[in-house]
């Protein structure tokens, strides 16, 4: 897989809890490794379910637990047009 | 193996059959073929052949570059009948008889052929006015389906305002509710002139009155980039502002338009670890899409460019291009045709990765348009076409809010409206088929109909 420097993790969060900080201190990494301009973004409030942005390295020694998901990959995203051919 | 087969006449004809404004057949004696292995097919008629005399050339008769006469002259005329042989061992002994017959001229075979499909590098079919005809735009304005009042969401590379007013379109850009990535330096509607531009183009085809929502996604940067790509946790920035802004403002509906996606699986999780995007409904971005639609927005996706005729060469799924957002239930999946209404060679096929039927609808493609990439290059791909799609949904949307009718309703009437083509129904081809906004227009709840 090429390289993603940073991941895409989730958490289940009470929505007046919802702050990088409370996100932060329930993965267990340090402040460097998550992405505060990305912030946390709810992504099925139904669910109270929130993503955040981290470093990779610092995911692969996130401990999963009922209230967090992940890592989901964050990759490359490009236009489709105009169709470019086998050789370029 | 079919097979065309010429037969000398059995007697040469009274006069020239040049003159006959359709060519009376020559006699000939089907019944010899009869003796033969050749399967005729009765339901081809014979066709009349002349012989070609090349004066002066040197070498073969038929040679391309040299003048000739093709005479119709009564030695000179034979007949061509159809059949087929055996395949495999047999071929050559069924040839060989036929050969034998003194009345055989020649066995020659009788391919397949099919339409070559408009591909990336064919220059433009048709331009935007043709698909404006083809859409009904005229009726369509006329009635009040113009895309006033309605948000259009670009998701891309971001919209030059500049450049479309050039070609005497006043795009209305919504800055304070657009989307730059951190570190770009342009505005909105302020962007290099690139393929968000073309997007916003199309989508004016049927809304020329919609208000932009410049997200430029695709811009954002990150280190040794070269070039213009995103990252999908930017689009799941683009799409929480989105649904911030619908639920701050429920009377003014949203269309989102995305004419981007993943090219190869290398750059994800494999399909089956449970932090893949393009087979995970349960990735963030995926549950965003489901939670957006909920809101009420109408939410596109180009269906991508790895058709199998001519995939872009970006492409590296060996299967089930269509995947991610791009195939999510809650979207419309765009296919792409041309102005013959032909699906594009290059157009992805389903089955689709979150949901299997995908494509839903097709709409136009490779047209002459905004030739954002230089003068004479057709706006393309599925890029182009899901642009067209948005622009028509924006266009109902004018008179036929998701209060009246919430966005899975509304794809449902897209399908059920849809012009097919070949057999009715769905096929992986062209989805239910060509996006048909009369039809659509005629099915809605309440709202004016066309002149």
């Known amino acids: ?88 | 193996m079919r097979v065309l087969v010429q037969l000398r006449p059995t007697e040469l004809p009274r006069a020239s059959l040049a003159a006959h404004a359709e060519f009376a057949e020559p006699p000939i004696d089907l019944g010899v073929l009869t003796e033969t292995s050749l399967v005729l097919d009765h339901d081809f008629p014979p066709v009349v052949l002349p012989t070609v005399h090349a004066p002066g050339a040197v070498g073969m008769a038929l040679a391309l570059g040299a003048p000739a006469d093709f005479s119709f002259e009564p030695p000179d005329v034979s007949s061509v009948v159809r059949g087929s042989i055996p395949d495999g061992d047999g071929q050559q002994a069924a040839v060989g008889e036929l050969l034998a017959r003194p009345e055989v001229m020649g066995v020659f075979s009788d391919p397949v052929i099919a339409t070559t499909l408009t591909c990336g590098g064919d220059p433009p079919l048709g331009d935007a006015a043709d698909v404006a005809a083809r859409l009904d735009c005229a009726r369509l304005h006329e009635a009040g389906y113009t895309g006033a009042d309605v948000r259009v969401a670009v998701v891309d590379t971001g919209i030059n305002d500049r450049y479309l007013q050039k070609l005497q379109r006043t795009a209305t850009i919504d800055v304070p509710n657009s989307f730059t990535p951190a570190g770009v330096p342009t505005a909105p509607g302020a962007h290099q002139v690139a393929h968000g531009t073309m997007c916003a183009y199309d989508v004016g085809i049927a809304a020329p009155a919609a208000t932009f929502l410049d997200h430029a996604v695709l811009l954002s940067r990150t280190p040794g980039q070269v070039q213009i790509q995103g990252l999908l946790s930017d689009a799941v920035r683009s799409f929480s502002q989105l649904r911030a802004l619908l639920l701050a403002d429920r009377d003014t509906p949203l269309v989102v338009s995305n004419s981007w996606g993943v090219f190869d699986p290398a750059w994800d999780f494999p399909p089956g670890h449970p932090g893949n995007y393009t087979d995970n409904p349960s990735h963030p971005f995926n549950l965003i899409v489901a939670t957006l639609e909920d809101a009420g927005a109408d939410i596109l996706f180009a269906a991508g460019n790895c058709g199998l005729e001519c995939p872009d060469g970006r492409c590296r799924f060996t299967n089930r291009p269509i995947c991610g957002a791009n195939s999510h239930p809650a979207v419309l999946s765009i296919a792409g045709i041309d102005t013959n209404d032909e699906r594009v060679g290059y157009s992805s096929q389903g089955p689709g990765r979150l949901s299997a039927e995908k494509p839903d609808v097709c709409s136009y493609t490779h047209f002459k348009g905004s030739e954002v990439f230089g003068r004479g290059e057709p706006d393309s791909g599925t890029s182009a076409a899901c642009p067209v799609a948005a622009g028509v949904v924006a266009a109902i949307r004018t008179q036929c809010p998701p209060s009246a009718l919430p966005p899975a309703q509304l794809r449902t009437l897209i399908a059920k409206t849809a012009t097919a083509f070949g057999a009715p129904g769905f096929d992986f081809d062209y989805g239910w088929g060509a996006l048909s906004p009369p039809a659509l227009v005629a099915g809605l709840p309440g709202s004016p109909q066309l002149p």
Not at chain 1, 19 to 34: M, P, Q, T, Y
Not at chain 1, 75 to 86: M, Q
């Open chain 1, 1 to 88: 897989m090429a390289g993603m420097s940073k991941v895409m993790m989730t958490l289940k969060l009470d929505p007046k809890d919802a702050s990088v900080d409370r996100a932060r201190d329930l993965l267990g990494i340090d402040d460097s490794a998550i992405d505060r301009d990305f912030g946390v973004i709810a992504v099925s409030p139904d669910d109270n379910l929130y993503t955040v942005l981290v470093e990779e390295t610092a995911a692969e020694d996130i401990q999963n637990d009922q209230a967090i998901g992940g890592p989901f990959s964050n990759p490359r995203i490009e236009p489709f047009g105009p169709p470019k051919g086998s050789d370029g």
